[in-house]
């Protein structure tokens, strides 16, 4: 059985920092792990997926790391702004691409 | 990118009525479409996998008589909640995987908006 932990549960910083939000999984036998963002009240936007042959993917200010071994990913955001407050989720697939959620990380980032 | 759309984004209903929930894959084709629930400061939980053109998977401990899930075509899925509940109000979000893209099961999932229930 999957399961998925993110630390912190949440996070406030001031505009500019860079931060890093933390995954692990307890099964490492993973094709992908996906990060997501969702805003109070919305779905889920897919921010990046990293394959199981990958060791991280880039997409603007974000970077994701995947160490499959020690059953971790790491989001990294660099210059947090306002806009980036959200709920950040990862999420790792079982059989049949069924997703199991992380409990996300609350971030707030202060103007 | 690859959009899927729900319906109603939100509803309000009385107790013991049944609400039908869709959720459309625009611009791809989904083989697959998953339905979860998410209450309020929880993070989402799987409740079924939708397979078009058979029987829904259930997750266990999710009531298949009360969450009828219908995936009559590759495009659209549909979650029914019959004789709803207070209890059953929640944040109701499907996923589908674009089959055109990905290879096997390694794709990428792309969500809707989410459907919001209150059960009065």
């Known amino acids: 059985k999957q399961e998925v932990t993110q630390i912190p549960a949440a996070l406030s910083v001031p505009e500019g920092e860079n931060l890093v939000l933390n995954c692990s999984f307890t099964?490492?036998?993973?094709?992908?792990l996906q990060w997501f963002r969702q805003d109070p009240g919305k779905g889920l936007t897919s921010l990046l997926l990293?394959?199981?042959?990958?060791r991280e993917q880039t997409s603007g200010r974000l970077n994701a790391s995947l160490d499959k071994s020690s059953g971790r990913s790491t989001l990294y955001i660099a210059a947090s702004q306002p806009g980036d407050s959200a709920t950040y989720l990862c999420a790792a697939p079982r059989a049949g691409n069924m997703l199991t959620f992380g409990g996300g990380t609350r971030l707030m980032v202060k103007p | 990118g690859a959009v899927v759309s729900q319906h109603p984004s939100w509803v309000i209903c009385k107790s013991g009525t049944s609400v039908k929930i869709e959720c459309r894959s625009l611009?791809?084709?989904?083989?697959?479409m998953f339905w979860y629930r998410q209450f309020p400061k929880q993070s989402l939980m799987l409740m079924a996998t939708?397979?078009?053109?058979?029987?829904?998977?259930?997750e266990q401990g999710v009531e298949k008589d009360k969450f009828l899930i219908n995936h009559a075509s590759l495009t659209l899925s549909t979650l029914t909640v019959t004789s709803a509940h207070p209890e059953d109000s929640s944040f109701y979000i499907c996923?589908?995987?674009?089959?055109?893209?990905?290879?096997?099961?390694?794709?990428?999932?792309?969500f809707g908006e989410g459907s919001r229930l209150t059960v009065l």
């Open positions: 990293i394959q199981s042959s990958q």
């Open positions: 611009d791809f084709q989904a083989t697959t």
């Open positions: 939708s397979n078009e053109g058979s029987k829904a998977t259930y």
């Open positions: 996923s589908a995987r674009d089959r055109s893209r990905s290879a096997g099961e390694t794709g990428e999932l792309f």
């Open positions: 099964d490492s036998a993973i094709y992908n």
